[in-house]
């Protein structure tokens, strides 16, 4: 009697316990991680996130939005994976992580014709100013340091704009996502260079803090396979044959 009335209670809670939202896979609009060609998304996130799909058999629709409206979705305990943000000590709790599935530099760049050259980011501290994406990870890093020039912007497209016309000395950018922001703005590829690194850091695919386990464990041992078997590989050759970002260490 006492274990049929504890089975139909553990029912019942199962029955009235909440239903996690549908699963959601969101993208930003960051060549050529993630981006919208001819009307359809892709880039080398999105391209990987759809193998990934294929080796776990899910089917979900990947969005394109607004980075930092896509970042407040996740931190929200939405049911959403977000491709490819960097895993900084400020968003480790905050997600849990598949990957990691890309390393990259963040680098100063400046105008070549300006002749910059920085040692040290105690000389980029004197600098006049430095632009940078105000929802990117590199502005909460600098912000943290104590740097007190920063010039926050609402996008990459407008932080290359002002540094092309010479309103800010300098700008803060990983090295992947420049050469398709100078395609865009019709700017010839030696008129930026880099003049100092930031840093280098590892991007990954994120679950909420609620997701199963079993789940997270699914897909990131789908993309175990794919380093060994050179999918993952081959991929990055695909988006970046200029070698401008590393394969993942481990």
């Not at 905050?94 to 963040?106: A, M, T």
């Not at 501290?125 to 990870?137: C, K, M, N, Q, T």
Request: aromatic share 8%.
């Amino acid at each position: 009697m006492c274990r049929a009335v504890l089975l139909l209670v553990l029912l019942l809670a199962a029955a009235l316990a909440p239903a996690r939202e549908p699963l959601r896979i969101i993208a930003s609009g960051i060549p050529p991680l993630s981006f919208t060609r001819d009307g359809a998304i892709t880039g080398y996130c999105v391209e990987l996130i759809r193998e990934l799909q294929r080796r776990v058999g899910d089917t979900t629709h990947i969005e394109l939005m607004p980075w930092a409206r896509a970042y407040r979705m996740g931190m929200d305990g939405a049911n959403v994976v977000l491709l490819c943000p960097k895993r900084t000590p400020e968003r480790e709790p905050r997600f849990k992580w598949v990957g990691p599935v890309l390393e990259s530099e963040s680098m100063f760049y400046a105008l070549r014709r300006s002749r910059i050259h920085l040692s040290s980011l105690n000389e980029a501290r004197a600098l006049e100013g430095i632009l940078v994406p105000r929802d990117f990870y590199s502005y909460q890093y600098l912000r943290d340091a104590g740097f007190t020039n920063l010039e926050p912007v609402n996008s990459s497209q407008t932080m290359l704009a002002m540094l092309l016309a010479g309103r800010r000395p300098v700008m803060v950018l990983d090295r992947e996502q420049l050469p398709a922001l100078l395609e865009q703005a019709g700017a010839d590829a030696d008129q930026v260079e880099p003049v100092l690194k930031l840093m280098s850091i590892q991007s990954y695919f994120t679950f909420a803090l609620d997701a199963p386990d079993s789940q997270v464990a699914q897909w990131q041992q789908a993309l175990d396979r794919m380093k060994r078997d050179g999918a993952l590989a081959r991929l990055q050759r695909q988006w970046f044959p200029d070698g401008t970002a590393l394969l993942p260490r481990r």
